[in-house]
């Protein structure tokens, strides 16, 4: 059976509450439970953290026995030199996920230190775009 983490990075833990205009009603554990429940054939493993250290603890605890990361960075993608080099350090391919379509709103959220490593970028289908990376690793 493959073997999947989902890595969410600051802020995420507030799902369903925070802004749900751009990130949607539903709570990370509700959906998680729904993605799970269909898609039986894989270990879909879940970390959450608003520190960004224990974020590249994880990369690299997973990072050479797991088939795939689906990682939302969140607010790190955008500044963080550290996870970027965590994701390429690691033989395990990443996958670089957005909620919300970071290239329609602020300037700052365009730029991202994970895309140029990861194995590619899904962004701007809700929720969705989770379940799309899992997909793709299948
Ligand atoms: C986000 C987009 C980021 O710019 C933002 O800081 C987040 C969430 C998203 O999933 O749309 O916290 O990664």
């Not at 802020?11 to 925070?18: A, I, M, P, T, V």
């Not at 879940?46 to 250290?53: D, L, M």
């Not at 994701?87 to 991202?112: C, D, G, L």
Request: cysteine-free; proline content about 2%.
């Amino acid at each position: 059976m493959k073997k999947l983490i989902i890595i969410n990075g600051p802020n995420l833990n507030l799902l369903g509450k925070r802004e749900p205009k751009i990130y949607g009603s539903l709570s990370f554990t509700e959906f998680l439970d729904k993605v799970k429940a269909k898609y039986t054939n894989v270990k879909i493993d879940y970390f959450q953290s608003n520190i960004e250290g224990e974020l590249i603890d994880k990369l690299h605890e997973v990072g050479f026995n797991y088939d795939g990361v689906i990682l939302n960075a969140a607010a790190y993608t955008h500044t963080s030199v550290g996870i970027g080099d965590a994701v390429k350090a690691i033989e395990t391919p990443v996958i670089e996920v957005h909620i919300s379509n970071t290239y329609s709103r602020e300037e700052f959220r365009h730029q991202s230190y994970i895309s140029a490593n990861a194995k590619g970028v899904i962004l701007g289908f809700g929720l969705q775009s989770y379940e799309l990376a899992i997909q793709s690793f299948l």
